[in-house]
């Protein structure tokens, strides 16, 4: 009756366990009966968390997070996301994506009262395309076509950030006959394209 048990027991030293369901049950407690004394245990019964969480750390800023395939939002500019109610706990997919990064996924079952603490750094998709004209400085017009695209697009610049895939590069300048070069640029790596007008 309001939280209290009054038990008679012959002196003697006992021990205790407390139970409830929804409650994670406290460590036992041990205690000695006397004769004609009053001996007290006091136990503290906290409801068993409900939820699951996790915390995204190192991660692109803007990157949008999906939990089992919906949005539920995105990476901080410090580069972290806390998803602090998952319910139900349990079997969840995580997905992590950006544009020109390539996405990172977790499958991972999560527990009740339990922050998963996880990295969310991805790896870019994007590599560098240098362009080296010969003779330098001859006004040159620059064009760039990656494989499966219909037209050329112009350019400016000879240092480009590209997505992984194959280039055709042309170089036009007055007065000097086209040139053109493939190159193939993979992801984090730099790919050079020479080109002789």
Known sequence: QRGRLLLSLAPKTYTVRVAKEGFPSPPEQTVEVRRGEEARLEFQLRPAPKFASFRLRNGAPGAEVLLDGKPVGTVGPDGAF????????????????????????????????????????????????????????????????????????????????????????????????????????????????????
Do not use: C, W
């Open 82 to 197: 806390v998803y602090p109610k998952l319910d139900p706990p349990g079997k969840h997919t995580l997905v992590v994506r950006k544009e020109s990064y390539k996405p990172r996924q977790f499958d991972l079952d999560f527990l009740p009262g339990v922050m998963v603490e996880l990295e969310g750094n991805l790896e870019t998709t994007l590599g560098t395309l240098r362009i080296e004209v010969t003779p330098a400085g001859a006004g040159v017009q620059l064009a760039l076509r990656r494989e499966g695209d219909a037209s050329d697009r112009p350019v400016s610049g000879t240092s480009l950030q590209l997505p992984e895939g194959v280039y055709r590069i042309t170089a036009a300048g007055a007065g000097y006959q086209t040139a053109s070069t493939t190159a193939r640029v993979a992801a984090g790596r730099t790919a050079t394209a020479s080109l002789a007008l």
